[in-house]
Nanobody, 115 residues
Framework: QVQLVESGGGLVQAGGSLRLSCAAS????????MGWYRQGAGKQRDLVAT???????NYADSVKGRFTISRDNAKNTVYLQMNSLKPEDTAVYYC?????????WGRGTQVTVSS
């Protein structure tokens, strides 16, 4: 089992920045990749960014150039630096840890961007 706990969400004005953290514990050696997803009110959960154990990253087109995913293996933590935030970035942000067989999710952290 893997436990994921997100933190760092909050209320920010448009144009501002936030950094989300996802702390992993448990059988983390089984995880190949980590990712951030988000779900706005009444919307489906969508990919924001992913990072593999080798450090390769992937981003949704809507956040390219504004968001940066990174990981600190020594701290078993993945980060999402969010800059130039827009009201449409408002959502619950979820951390995901996964391999080819399993996926683990955190409970999410709310990000609200005011105009």
């Amino acid at each position: 089992q893997v436990q994921l706990v997100e933190s760092g969400g909050g209320l920010v004005q448009a144009g501002g920045s936030l950094r989300l953290s996802c702390a992993a514990s448990g059988s983390i050696s089984s995880i190949n990749a980590m990712g951030w997803y988000r779900q706005g009110a009444g919307k489906q959960r969508d990919l924001v960014a992913t990072i593999t154990s080798g450090g390769s990253t992937n981003y949704a087109d809507s956040v390219k150039g504004r968001f940066t995913i990174s990981r600190d293996n020594a701290k078993n933590t993945v980060y999402l630096q969010m800059n130039s935030l827009k009201p449409e970035d408002t959502a619950v942000y979820y951390c995901k840890g996964y391999n080819s067989r399993y996926a683990y999710w955190g409970r999410g952290t709310q990000v609200t961007v005011s105009s």
